[in-house]
Structure formats: structure tokens, C-alpha cells
């Protein structure tokens, strides 16, 4: 089976500007959650979706948002970028919540 | 609040020794538990799931370990290689909540 696979690996934006994310699951997987990592605050959660539903929101304010399709494809979307947004953004995926977690190799996001 | 701990944030040994790693956490209701590793700049991936119910799962030269009550997991590295080097991330899971990380243990093995 192929794995996670997130687009774009990497981005480079500028403040004020949004940006999207796409993660793919792997095949028959029907959760993904998104993450952000940064150096200072380590792996936070953001959110989770299941069967195009959000199950799960992190403490992340208004800006991010995501969605989930019908295939289980999913997209973040972050608003107004920020500095302090640069980050490495990891999409899981898992056949239901609570079961282990694949991740993919992330998007690494610049803001300037 | 979960608080999930990792010690010691970064560890050196050489190649061979046998090596554990622990994650603590403060609330001992969890659904499960997972453990990850990391290479610079990529992605996780997972090394071992264990329920709220097990005390133990293997993996090759791995084996985590569980005590709810006492609020700790171990990651335990059998005869450690350099390929091995990597940043190992615990995490929780409360029911269908969210996963909980810890902030990970840096582990480098040199030949």
C-alpha cells in the first residue's frame, strides 16, 4: 500500500498571505489528522477529521481550518499567515480514530 | 491537563549497548499509547502501539512497556545500531481524543 503522501513538501509565503495544504491517506484509511511541529513547542495537535466530519480541534486559533472529502483527501487551509506559522505540517492518517497513526513526510512551511 | 514527559531529552551511546527510553505522562486514563521515531526533517513513524489494557508489545530488537498506574511507558532498544539514531516521540491517546506528545529523546549511536 503507498503511504501518506502530503503536497507540497515545501512552501515559501510572505505575512498576510494563505496557504493550502493536501494530504492523501493511505487507501481505506477514513481518519487524518494534522499536526505542527516547531522547535519550541515540539508536535501540536490541530485537528482531526472522520468521514469528511471534524471529530477533534487542537488549540489553534480561526486561522487554520481544514476539511475532508468524500475519497478521505484531505486540505488545511491557514489564513493571514504569520512568522511565528513557520513550521513542518504533518497529515496522519488511521482506519478509525484511536488506531495507529501513519504519518506522511510533511510540508515544510516557510513565512517570511 | 495531559502532560506527557520525556528523559533525558538527548542520550550518546555506542554501538551495542542496550538502551531504555521513558515517557511519563499525568493522567493515567488513557486509551493508548504510541510510540514514534523521527529522522531530521521527515516524518514519524510508528514503531509500536500498545492499549490501555497490555503491558507489553515487541518489535524486533524494541519492546515498550506500560504502567498505568504509575503514569510511564519505556522504550526498551535492544544491542543499538547507528541506524538507530533518530528522535523517539511517546504519545497518548484519551479515547477519541487527540493525541498527546512528548517532546521527544534524541538518541544518537556512534560506530
Known amino acids: 500500500k503507498a503511504g501518506v503522501t502530503q503536497t507540497p513538501r515545501y512552501l515559501i509565503k510572505t505575512r498576510g498571505q494563505q496557504v493550502t495544504l493536501s494530504c492523501s491517506p493511505i487507501?481505506?484509511?477514513?481518519?487524518v489528522s494534522w499536526y505542527q511541529q516547531t522547535p519550541g513547542q515540539g508536535l501540536q495537535f490541530l485537528f482531526e477529521?472522520?468521514?469528511?466530519?471534524?471529530?477533534n480541534k487542537g488549540n489553534f486559533p480561526g486561522r487554520f481550518s481544514g476539511r475532508q472529502f468524500s475519497n478521505s483527501r484531505s486540505e488545511m487551509n491557514v489564513s493571514t499567515l504569520e512568522l511565528g506559522d513557520s513550521a513542518l505540517y504533518l497529515c496522519?492518517?488511521?482506519?478509525?480514530?484511536?488506531?495507529?497513526?501513519?504519518f506522511g513526510p510533511g510540508t515544510r512551511l516557510t513565512v517570511l | 491537563k495531559q502532560e506527557v514527559t520525556q528523559i533525558p531529552a538527548a542520550l550518546s551511546v555506542p554501538e551495542g549497548e542496550n538502551l531504555v527510553l521513558n515517557c511519563s505522562f499525568t493522567?493515567?486514563?488513557?486509551?493508548?499509547l504510541q510510540w514514534f521515531r523521527q529522522d531530521p526533517g521527515k516524518g514519524l513513524t510508528s514503531l509500536l502501539l500498545?492499549?490501555?489494557?497490555?503491558r507489553e508489545q515487541t518489535s524486533g530488537r524494541l519492546n515498550a512497556s506500560l504502567d498505568k498506574s504509575s503514569g510511564r511507558s519505556t522504550l526498551y532498544i535492544a544491542a543499538s545500531q547507528p541506524g538507530d539514531s533518530a528522535t523517539y516521540l511517546c504519545?497518548?491517546?484519551?479515547?477519541?481524543?487527540?493525541?498527546?506528545f512528548g517532546t521527544g529523546t534524541r538518541l544518537q549511536v556512534f560506530p
Open positions: 500498545i492499549q490501555s489494557s497490555q
Open positions: 487507501s481505506g484509511h477514513r481518519s
Open positions: 493522567d493515567s486514563a488513557i486509551y493508548n
Open positions: 496522519a492518517s488511521s482506519y478509525q480514530t484511536g488506531d495507529t497513526q501513519y
Open positions: 477529521y472522520f468521514s469528511e466530519t471534524q471529530r
Open positions: 504519545a497518548v491517546r484519551r479515547n477519541t481524543d487527540k493525541l498527546i
